[in-house]
């Protein structure tokens, strides 16, 4: 397994690139702003293995601007003409509203998009993903908005994985995320964050939407917002 990360944006948000070395399935989670930065990544991670990559998923953690402005771009700019490995866009149902409002989420913050391209596939609770050999489980965990999710990447030593949850904007190193936009609710997030995330085994990696990595353990003890 292969995981990578570029900082994209002027809301400096984290994307991943998750990607199976043994079959070259891939996933890229938040694919947020600066589709050249993400596809240059792609680039140097297709150098490091011998097999073509296919990015299979385009997942979103939830529908803010600052996690979906590149999505378009990448798709396009990753289709195959045959349609058969074209990325699929993955989302909660719950913030299709936000998706659909990009242009007016720029509007608002003064950026210019395009109409987002439509979307693929809607996210269920416990719905189980697979990369490649890589599997992972989806999180419904609202709050910093009614759709946001985190993905539960399972540990497995046959892949090299280890146990790590994509928290988008849910939880941060000692923060977690605003809930002052249309459809946050802090009481919500909190709930979701100590009924879901924090039952996690502490030594669990947790990759933000922002911001340096933490786990589960260090939050449960010092993060001053859930304490």
């Known amino acids: 397994m292969m995981e990578k990360k570029v900082v994209v944006g002027a809301f400096q948000c984290n994307c991943r690139l998750l990607l199976c070395t043994e079959t070259g399935q891939a996933a890229l989670v938040d694919p947020g702003d600066e589709a050249d930065k993400i596809l240059t990544m792609l680039s140097d991670a297709q150098n490091q293995i011998d097999k073509p990559i296919q990015v299979n998923y385009l997942l979103h953690t939830h529908a803010h601007l600052d996690h979906i402005g590149a999505t378009r771009a990448v798709r396009e700019a990753l289709a195959d003409t045959t349609g058969q490995v074209t990325p699929q866009i993955y989302l909660h149902q719950q913030d299709e509203g936000l998706y659909k409002q990009l242009k007016?989420?720029?509007?608002?913050?003064?950026?210019?998009?395009?109409?987002?391209?439509?979307?693929?596939?809607?996210?269920?609770?416990?719905?189980?993903?697979?990369?490649?050999?890589?599997?992972?489980?989806?999180?419904?965990?609202?709050?910093?908005?009614?759709?946001?999710?985190?993905?539960?990447m399972h540990e497995d030593s046959a892949t090299e994985t280890w146990e790590s949850l994509y928290s988008g904007d849910t939880l941060f190193q000692l923060s977690v995320g605003r809930t002052d936009f249309p459809g946050g609710d802090h009481r919500t997030l909190v709930k979701s964050i100590k009924q879901r995330i924090f039952p996690l085994d502490d030594d669990t990696r947790v990759c933000p939407g922002h911001g340096e990595d933490t786990t589960v353990g260090f939050e449960k003890r010092v993060n001053p917002f859930l304490n």
Do not use: A, W
């Open 104 to 152: 007016m989420q720029g509007q608002m913050m003064g950026f210019q998009y395009q109409d987002p391209l439509p979307v693929d596939h809607y996210f269920e609770d416990e719905q189980i993903l697979l990369v490649g050999n890589i599997k992972m489980t989806v999180m419904h965990t609202p709050g910093h908005s009614p759709g946001s999710c985190c993905f539960r």
